[in-house]
Structure formats: structure tokens, C-alpha cells
């Protein structure tokens, strides 16, 4: 069990770093993920995530206080509606598709505007 858990916290890790790159992957949930698998398996692994020095401070941010920095939530919107936008505009091609895409896009917005926001960036 100790290695099954290690190896999921190693591919949550990795998908959540992908997701830094793609905004429809949620990094930090990913993050949260790993580092509850490391929790369980591995110390070393555990410390390594929370410590590392740009993986961790969000981790223990959520952790500590269950909110995400102003920063991360305004970056995150902005990509959302970037992305979302151009999905919307370029590729989807029924209105259907776009209503669809549209609802997810908002829900996604609120859901962030909804989270409490710290001063930590």
C-alpha cells in the first residue's frame, strides 16, 4: 500500500505540474491530493513537497487557512477567461458547444471568486 501511494503522489504531482502550464488542469487540487498520498507513505516525500520552494507555499497556505493568495485566484481567472474565450470563439463550433463551455467557464469563476483569498502571494 505504501508504494501505491507513493507512485499516485508521484503522478498527482506530475499532472499538477503539467496543470501549471494548462489552466483546465487544477494545479493546487493536484498538489493537495499529492501531498495527502505523501502524508500516508513517505515523510521524506511529504517534507520535499511542502518545503520545495515553489510547490509548497501554496500547499501549506490551503492547509493553514483552506484559501488560495489573491494572486493565484486573479492569475487563475484570467486564464480561465482567456482560455475559455478563445475555446469559445476559435474551436467550438455549435452554440450549443459554446453555451456548454460558457456555463463551465463561469462556474469555475464563481467557484474561485467564492474561495477566501489571503494576502500571501
Not at 58 to 84: D, H, L, N
Request: hydrophobic fraction near 55%; proline fraction near 6%.
Amino acid at each position: 500500500m505504501r508504494y501505491l501511494l507513493i507512485a499516485l503522489g508521484a503522478a498527482f504531482t506530475v499532472i499538477g505540474l503539467v496543470g501549471i502550464f494548462l489552466p483546465l488542469l487544477p494545479t493546487t487540487p493536484l498538489l493537495l491530493l499529492a501531498a495527502a498520498c505523501f502524508a500516508r507513505a513517505s515523510t521524506t516525500f511529504y517534507n520535499a513537497l511542502l518545503n520545495h520552494r515553489v510547490l509548497g507555499p501554496p500547499i501549506r497556505q490551503w492547509r493553514e487557512t483552506r484559501s488560495i493568495s489573491s494572486r493565484a485566484k486573479a492569475s487563475a481567472i484570467f486564464m480561465i477567461g482567456v482560455t475559455f474565450g478563445v475555446s469559445i470563439v476559435g474551436f467550438v463550433p455549435t452554440i450549443a458547444g459554446k453555451v456548454v463551455v460558457a456555463l463551465v467557464g463561469l462556474a469555475l469563476i464563481i467557484y474561485l471568486v467564492r474561495l477566501p483569498g489571503g494576502s500571501k502571494t
